[in-house]
Nanobody, 118 residues
Framework: QVQLVESGGGLVQPGGSLRLSCAAS????????MRWYRQAPGKERELVAS????????RYADSVKGRFTISKDNAKNTQWLQMNNLAPEDTAVYFC???????????WGQGTQVTVSS
């Protein structure tokens, strides 16, 4: 059974940091491009960051470049999103996503809430 389980969300003050984790099971992690998406209230889900299978190539939304870092460990079937210098506009539910590099098959986690507020 495929599962993606996010953790690490919470309430943080502006300028603070959080580290999100996504633990995957039921599939071969290294065959998938891993991504983080977020969805704020009333807005569409947006791609935040991605990391490409074994090559480790990363891409970021312009809004998070220089502040967020995506990483993964294939042996642990886990990816992370380190978020620094958080701002209120980063408030959203953050979702872990896995997409097979050949077939495009996708899996989603249940999401974790990140709230940035003083």
């Amino acid at each position: 059974q495929v599962q993606l389980v996010e953790s690490g969300g919470g309430l943080v003050q502006p300028g603070g940091s959080l580290r999100l984790s996504c633990a995957a099971s039921g599939f071969s992690f290294s065959d998938y491009t891993m991504r983080w998406y977020r969805q704020a209230p009333g807005k569409e889900r947006e791609l935040v960051a991605s990391i490409l299978s074994d090559f480790g190539f990363t891409r970021y939304a312009d809004s998070v470049k220089g502040r967020f870092t995506i990483s993964k460990d294939n042996a642990k079937n886990t990816q992370w999103l380190q978020m620094n210098n958080l701002a209120p506009e980063d408030t959203a539910v953050y979702f872990c996503n896995a997409r097979h590099i050949l077939t495009g098959m996708e899996y989603w986690g249940q999401g974790t809430q990140v709230t940035v507020s003083s």
